[in-house]
């Protein structure tokens, strides 16, 4: 059973009230790569993220969690992925060994240090053309011409493999981003958050189904691990109901909390956003958990 928090813009003093309240993972995002133009003026440099596998690494379990679209430059036109002749500078050719070696090395040094002790990708910006996660498109650059998409993809497959660090994916649409990595891989579903009606999707998901029908099909088999999103909640005590739920609902093997304001002083989200965010769930609280209900960690402790 894993309790996860996720953390976008890490704030030690809500980590170690959720560690002291028995979260015993955490899911750190990354965004940068050691020397990349990532100014920190929105999500942290890479120095600052290392700061927190540094400081957390010896008390619970860190995720790395690498965002694997690329913010802040383009790519080099060989790791580039193409179509109809044209390169898309932000997006990952299948079969660049180049490009994961310049992705995943970094990673592979923090694991090998101990600082990390597992790495899963998060492929959900991948949400503009060419949608490489969601639909069988092939690469049509010079290496992968001639290839099938699904060759393309079982090439990626076996240079992820090198990594074996690598044990899952965020986000997925579809069986092929899974089959890249060992087999059970984990699989944080963003699918479950609770928004706005509290309702949360969790009943209708179909997880069984679902995991059944990868393993006939593609052989491939995952860890699901649900996500819950508290600011859209309205209300603590609906989401620590929810929290209890997803925990006591077997097969889940844990939840991940997503949390972009109410567990940092260091939220960078703006006005614009969190209006954004409001119209689509109808709520979004911004202030911190704790200040909307000062048991929330004594609550959180009793649920774990
Ligand atoms: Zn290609």
């Not at 309205?234 to 209890?244: C, Q, S």
């Amino acid at each position: 059973m894993a309790k996860m928090l996720y953390l976008i813009w890490p704030d030690h003093v809500y980590i170690d009230k959720c560690i002291e309240a028995g979260i015993d993972t955490l899911i750190v995002a990354v965004y940068s790569l050691p020397g990349d133009k990532n100014t920190g003026n929105y999500f942290d440099t890479w120095e600052q993220t290392l700061d927190v596998f540094k400081r957390y690494h010896d008390k619970v379990k860190c995720i790395a969690l690498p965002v694997i679209y690329e913010f802040f430059e383009d790519l080099p036109e060989s790791q580039c992925f193409m179509q109809a002749n044209k390169y898309y500078r932000r997006s990952f050719c299948p079969t660049s060994e180049e490009h994961i070696k310049w992705r995943l090395d970094p990673f592979k040094e923090l694991y090998e240090k101990g600082l990390c002790h597992e790495v899963i990708l998060d492929t959900e910006h991948y949400t503009g053309a060419p949608m490489i996660y969601s639909e069988e498109v092939r690469c049509d650059c010079p290496r992968c011409a001639g290839m099938s998409w699904e060759d393309q993809w079982k090439t990626r497959a076996g240079m992820i493999k090198k990594y074996p660090m690598v044990t899952g994916q965020m986000w997925s649409h579809k069986w092929w981003g899974l089959s890249c990595y060992p087999n059970p891989s984990w699989l944080l579903s963003e699918e479950t958050y609770m928004v706005g009606s509290g309702e949360g999707c969790s009943t209708k998901f179909g997880y069984k189904r679902e995991q059944a029908s990868a393993k006939k099909k593609h052989n491939v088999k995952y860890r699901f691990i649900p996500g819950a999103w508290i600011e859209p909640c309205n209300g603590t005590d609906k989401f620590l109901d929810y929290l209890k739920y997803l925990k006591s609902n077997s097969p889940y093997e844990g939840y991940w909390i997503y949390t972009q304001k109410m567990f940092s002083r260091w939220s960078k989200m703006d006005k614009g956003q969190i209006e954004d965010f409001r119209k689509s769930s109808g709520f979004y609280e911004e202030r911190l958990v704790d200040e909307v209900d000062p048991n929330f960690f004594t609550k959180l402790k009793a649920i774990n």
